[in-house]
């Protein structure tokens, strides 16, 4: 014998087309088994998309408004009493290098705020009081939606600024500036209201007056109930270590200090949970449709015996059967991952559009998908892949 | 290639029985030379396809020995096997098997796929199969737009293209009509007349005796071997 028999390699090219011409030959069946592949990725691709456009929407939040902002609170003394911080606290803590702005706030305890003098007391609608400082609006970044803020003028008579919330409740906006409201007995000129206070959320449900205001007409006593307080960015945590015995040298246990872009921040990791939960549900599908792939191949195989006797018998080896409808699985998963990668970019990009946020899919969630769908492809060909290529080739022909 | 002198189908004594001992071949002795015209016929079940199979590699013998261009097809591999079929044993069957939704020229070059010929020596080799079985004008057909005859001849063309030195076809008139399969008959005899063994199974008689050789078959044995005398 001259020539060894050693069997033809398919080119890579080959493949491909033997492949696509399996797949050609029953576009419907492929199209409904490449759709469960494409929900699983899109699901998984949409809520990584979505999840990572909303943290990116916060940090771009964080940014803006500053990680240097904190709070300090009287919290409750030894016995459990409401604590109160000394009037002179501002000052002092003013006074730390690293502060480079401070301000403050009061609540005025058993006063509320109504719409008019005929609402039952009982009805406060959950919104507080406080005497704030002219500076407080700069110190937490917050901005006004509709009015003017405090000036040393107004706050001396009885005028008043609403959180974005309480302005709601109250049933007072952009053109109702300038109606009063009965608060603590009395009436007030609504001069303004804020946009939602990301950093001072609590000021969202709040009505503000001027700290002389608030002396003057409402019997305020001075008691600080919340420090806000800006530090240098690289001293954050340096303040923050100092701050309780700097406000209330005389019981620095009492004050509670917190961060709110901490708060933010942990928001941000509750999304994580949820994303976990959601990304779980997109694998079931990817699951499921990688059983309808598996299903889909398994039957072309059973179809398709006369065609892979026919191979045989023109020199194809089992390897190359094997290949071959390897090949089909994996370019049925490949086309409805695409298609499932496009669509959850879609979806993610619409979604943001629609929050206003930036759209960010995150290459590795690409790249992740790509691979979930080879190797389900793959999986999910395998057995059918092996099936096929055992077939012998006249039991495949008699068929 | 191998020695010249020696014959491209060599049977001894082989015997190939199917799981629940059902014997197809009884113990049968035949040898095809090159370029040998040859004809088998026999009653259904009598083991031709079997032996058709056999020659084809595409079965093994339970027992004897099986020779296929000077291969024994038992000490060859899968590999080896798909290889000595790809480049050298051509096959027809009575229904076409071809690929619907796909060209006639398609049809002949996929054919080759397995001879490691590039696209383009595939497409190339094709054509012209397709034009020497007077199907050069079919070339962008698909199978639905072609008559019987013009099928089963797509289906010569295939099995041709790659120039085997061993044709095998089973009933490949069996399911045309008697002009189309008068056609087939003509281009299976001219391939012989080119120097390929050609081995029809048939139960047609007259067929058949236009073939040299005739093997009659009956119950998985040979129970004559005749030659015609040379037209």
């Known amino acids: 014998m001259s020539v060894a028999l050693r069997p033809a390699r398919l080119n890579p090219l080959d493949v491909v087309r033997l492949a696509a011409y399996g797949l050609r030959a029953r576009p ?32 771009h939040l964080l940014a803006a408004l500053g990680t240097n902002l904190l709070t ?54 959950g919104m507080a009081v406080y005497a704030a400082r002219l500076d407080l609006i700069e110190t937490i970044s917050a901005e006004l939606a509709y009015g003017t803020w405090l000036n ?22 952009a053109n109702t500036i300038g109606t009063q409201i009965w608060l603590g007995g009395q009436w007030f000129t609504v001069i303004g209201i804020l946009a939602p206070a990301s950093l001072a959320p609590e000021l969202d449900y709040a009505a503000l007056i001027g700290w002389p205001a608030a002396k003057a007409y409402l019997d305020f006593e001075g008691d600080i109930t919340t420090l806000y307080l800006r530090t240098d960015p690289n001293a954050v945590e340096a303040v923050r270590d100092i701050l309780a015995q700097t406000a209330n040298p005389a019981d620095p246990n009492e004050v509670d200090i917190s961060r709110p872009s901490d708060a933010l921040a942990a928001e941000a990791a509750a999304d994580v949970a949820f994303t ?7 694998a079931v599908a990817l699951l499921i449709g990688g059983i309808g792939v598996a299903n889909t191949m398994v039957i072309s195989v059973l179809e398709r015996r006369a065609e892979i006797g026919l191979r045989r018998s023109q020199g194809a080896t089992r390897g190359h059967i094997r290949i071959q409808f390897f090949g089909e699985a994996l370019l049925l998963s490949a086309l409805g991952g695409g298609t499932g990668m496009a669509l959850g970019a879609a979806v ?21 998908g790509t691979l979930a769908t080879l190797a389900i492809g793959g999986i999910a060909g395998l057995y059918p892949a092996i099936r096929a290529a055992r077939l012998a080739p006249t039991e495949a022909l008699a068929a | ?47 031709k396809s079997t032996m058709l199979n056999l020659m084809g590699t595409l079965d093994k013998a339970t027992s004897g020995r099986a020779v296929i261009d000077g291969f024994d097809v038992a000490s060859l591999r899968d590999g080896a096997l798909s290889a000595l079929r790809a480049r050298r044993i051509g096959f027809v069957f009575q229904h076409f098997h071809l690929s619907p939704g796909v060209s006639a020229l398609d049809n002949v070059a996929d054919g080759l796929l397995y ?3 590039s696209l383009r020596d595939r497409r190339a080799a094709a054509e012209a199969a397709l034009v020497a079985v007077g199907l050069g004008h079919r070339l962008g057909h698909k199978p639905h737009q072609l008559s019987g005859g013009e099928k089963q001849r797509t289906a010569i063309a295939r099995a041709v293209a790659r120039q085997p030195l061993l044709l095998l076809a089973d009933e490949p008139t069996g399911a045309l009509d008697s002009r189309s399969g008068e056609t087939v008959m003509q281009l299976l005899l001219s391939l012989h007349e080119a120097g390929t063994a050609v081995v029809v199974i048939t139960h047609d008689r007259a067929l058949a005796s236009r073939f040299d050789r005739q093997v009659s078959m009956l119950d998985g044995r040979i129970v004559a071997d005749e030659r015609s005398v040379s037209t």
């Open chain 1, 28 to 59: 419907l069946r492929v199209v409904l088994s490449a759709i469960g592949i494409s929900i699983g990725i899109a699901a998984m691709v949409a809520v990584v998309g979505i999840s990572t456009s909303s943290r990116a929407q916060l940090n």
């Open chain 1, 72 to 125: 300090a609170e009287p919290g409750t003394s030894f016995f459990g009493e409401a604590a109160t911080l000394p009037d002179a606290s501002v000052a002092m803590v003013g006074h730390i290098p690293e502060v480079s702005a401070v301000s403050a706030v009061g609540q005025l305890a058993d006063v509320n705020v109504y719409r008019n003098r005929e609402i039952p007391e009982a009805q406060t609608g």
């Open chain 1, 152 to 173: 040393a003028a107004t706050a001396t008579y009885p005028t008043v600024v609403l959180g974005a919330r309480a302005a709601a409740r109250l049933g007072i906006g």
């Open chain 1, 276 to 282: 976990g939960l959601l990304l779980g549900l997109g």
């Open chain 1, 348 to 368: 993610t990009a619409a979604y943001a559009a629609l929050q206003g946020w930036p759209a960010v899919v995150p290459p590795w969630v690409l790249a992740g």
């Open chain 2, 1 to 47: 290639m191998s020695a010249s002198g020696e014959a491209i189908v060599r049977l001894e004594a082989v015997a190939r029985t199917y799981p629940g001992s059902v014997a197809a071949l009884r113990g049968v002795d035949l040898t095809v030379a090159r370029g040998e015209l040859m004809a088998i016929v026999g009653p259904s079940g009598s083991g």
């Open chain 2, 115 to 117: 001879t490691g010929m």
